[in-house]
């Protein structure tokens, strides 16, 4: 059955998605690009609420609400954004916490010690303008904790894990922006798409250990 007849809803968040991506390139103004651009993960949250009734699958859509807002919020004032996306990761974090992987093997525990550590090192020195330094490293602590609590997760790895790392790989090219990769054209190309997908395979991940829960 197509997609579109079974998850209609994650068809629209995938097509506000990809809309947003096409058309920000184009002389369209920002007002109608910003709602679309929120619309991705709105409807993400909206899938959330309807596919399972339950405490998790509740914290999952009110924190893609906060992420949707976050969306928006980057394209008028960053720091609010940010603010907004730290929410969101600490949102994550409780959600992983609750669910932890009962056997993990001790390179899992190496990599997921070094999303902890090593992002906000890197995010740390990244930026030129040194006074952005600490900032962006506190924001690389909270971004780097939920891909560290994602992969340690009894979730699946291969989605709610893994796109919890193109989460943070988009975020860590964000923040390059602001340093070695100020300018660059394919860093800023990038990332939406590993973010959208990151956000993407971490719902329809999450919904579906819910679902065979039950």
């Known amino acids: 059955m197509a997609l579109s007849e079974k998850r209609p809803i994650l068809l629209a968040s995938m097509a506000a998605a990809l809309a947003f991506f096409v058309l920000r390139q184009s002389p369209l103004p920002e ?26 699958a509740y914290h999952l859509g009110a924190i893609m609400i906060v992420a ?38 001790t390179t899992q525990k190496i990599a997921a010690a070094a999303m902890l550590l090593l992002t906000p090192a890197i995010c740390w020195l990244f930026p030129f303008d040194r006074s952005e330094a600490l900032p962006a490293a506190l924001y690389g602590l909270t971004v ?47 990332i939406w798409p590993l973010y959208y997908l990151g956000q993407f395979l971490i719902c329809i991940g999450v919904l579906d250990r819910l679902q065979r829960r039950l």
Request: positive net charge; aromatic residues 12%; proline residues 3%.
């Open 31 to 56: 007002l109608f690009l910003v709602p679309l651009k929120g619309a991705a993960c709105g409807l993400l949250a909206l899938y959330a609420f309807m596919r399972h009734r339950g405490r998790d």
């Open 68 to 105: 949707a807002f976050g969306d928006i919020a980057m394209e008028v004032d960053r720091v609010a954004g940010a603010l907004l996306f730290a929410g969101y990761q600490l949102g994550a974090i409780a959600l992983y916490l609750r669910h932890p992987r009962e056997h993990t093997a």
């Open 144 to 190: 780097g904790g939920m891909a560290a609590c994602a992969w340690l997760s009894a979730f699946s790895r291969y989605r709610v894990g893994v796109g919890a790392v193109m989460f943070l790989a988009s975020d860590l090219l964000i923040i390059a922006g602001m340093g070695p990769l100020m300018g660059q054209q394919w860093q800023t190309w990038l």
